[in-house]
């Protein structure tokens, strides 16, 4: 065989193990947002909103379904997201009358609309959220590759980041989103998900060998305050 035809087979069995992929995605991004001052589901990545570029992610990983899950209150971020469905049949937006309530309600919402599609091939569920400006695509496949029942992202605070500056080994790790997950676990514990009370409380009932975790320290960029935002423009990570 060629080297060429050899390429060509590796890619086309890629290809097809892209397209089999029997998971769904819930991005939560019905946060309203209140310690930046202003909704990060809009702020700008490479002239498209943040909920736009996070979705873009998402369907890279060629799931069954999209769900994201946005705030009823904001008819900018319904506007865009409106955009994305018309776009990529499998995106659904599912609106969160109560986003004031905390993320349990927003994932509950999610779980709900996955439990209604038709697929009955999904057995895991990749949960996002909105506002981690340096995620990208190669960390989502390694979330999908791993074998555990839950594998989750581990990271450190921004605040951890700059004690390890100082040479400060102590910093706790973040073992957090986005993380996959077994859907019928996360069937099983949606009557448990209660307020602020979301997933990382149940994922610590869980032995060890049930939980793979994926290094990266990019994560820990999230954006909160209008002091984030700031620096992750002066970085490039978001246009100004």
Request: aromatic share 4%; proline share 3%.
């Given at each position: 065989?060629?080297?060429?035809?050899?390429?060509?087979?590796?890619?086309?069995?890629?290809?097809?193990?892209?397209?089999?992929?029997?998971?769904?995605?819930?991005?939560?991004?019905?946060?309203?947002?209140?310690?930046?001052?202003?909704?990060?589901?809009?702020?700008?990545?490479?002239?498209?909103?943040?909920?736009?570029?996070?979705?873009?992610?998402?369907?890279?990983?060629?799931?069954?379904?999209?769900?994201?899950?946005?705030?009823?209150?904001?008819?900018?971020?319904?506007?865009?997201?409106?955009?994305?469905?018309?776009?990529?049949?499998?995106?659904?937006?599912?609106?969160?009358?109560?986003?004031?309530?905390?993320?349990?309600?927003?994932?509950?919402?999610?779980?709900?609309?996955?439990?209604?599609?038709?697929?009955?091939?999904?057995?895991?569920?990749?949960?996002?959220?909105?506002?981690?400006?340096?995620?990208?695509?190669?960390?989502?496949?390694?979330?999908?590759?791993?074998?555990?029942?839950?594998?989750?992202?581990?990271?450190?605070?921004?605040?951890?980041?700059?004690?390890h500056q100082n040479r400060d080994?102590?910093?706790?790790?973040?073992?957090?989103?986005?993380?996959?997950?077994?859907?019928?676990?996360?069937?099983?514990?949606?009557?448990?998900?209660?307020?602020?009370?979301?997933?990382?409380h149940l994922i610590r009932e869980?032995?060890?060998?049930?939980?793979?975790?994926?290094?990266?320290?990019?994560?820990?960029?999230?954006?909160?305050?209008?002091?984030?935002?700031?620096?992750?423009?002066?970085?490039?990570?978001?246009?100004?």
């Amino acid at each position: 065989m060629s080297r060429s035809t050899f390429t060509k087979t590796i890619e086309h069995t890629e290809s097809i193990e892209r397209q089999s992929q029997n998971h769904a995605v819930i991005i939560l991004a019905s946060g309203l947002s209140q310690r930046l001052g202003q909704p990060k589901q809009l702020l700008v990545k490479n002239g498209a909103p943040l909920i736009t570029s996070m979705t873009r992610l998402a369907i890279a990983t060629n799931p069954q379904a999209i769900v994201v899950v946005i705030p009823d209150s904001h008819r900018l971020i319904v506007s865009a997201t409106t955009e994305l469905t018309s776009q990529h049949p499998t995106v659904q937006i599912v609106m969160n009358t109560r986003a004031d309530t905390g993320m349990a309600h927003s994932l509950s919402l999610g779980i709900e609309t996955v439990a209604a599609f038709e697929s009955t091939s999904i057995d895991r569920v990749l949960i996002m959220g909105v506002d981690q400006v340096l995620l990208d695509e190669p960390h989502l496949t390694a979330l999908l590759a791993g074998k555990h029942t839950v594998v989750a992202s581990r990271y450190h605070s921004w605040q951890g980041l700059e004690k390890h500056q100082n040479r400060d080994d102590t910093v706790s790790d973040i073992i957090g989103l986005p993380l996959a997950i077994n859907y019928k676990l996360l069937r099983q514990w949606q009557s448990e998900l209660i307020g602020d009370k979301g997933l990382r409380h149940l994922i610590r009932e869980l032995s060890a060998d049930q939980i793979g975790e994926v290094d990266n320290d990019q994560l820990s960029y999230d954006i909160d305050t209008p002091e984030q935002l700031s620096f992750a423009r002066k970085q490039g990570w978001l246009d100004s």
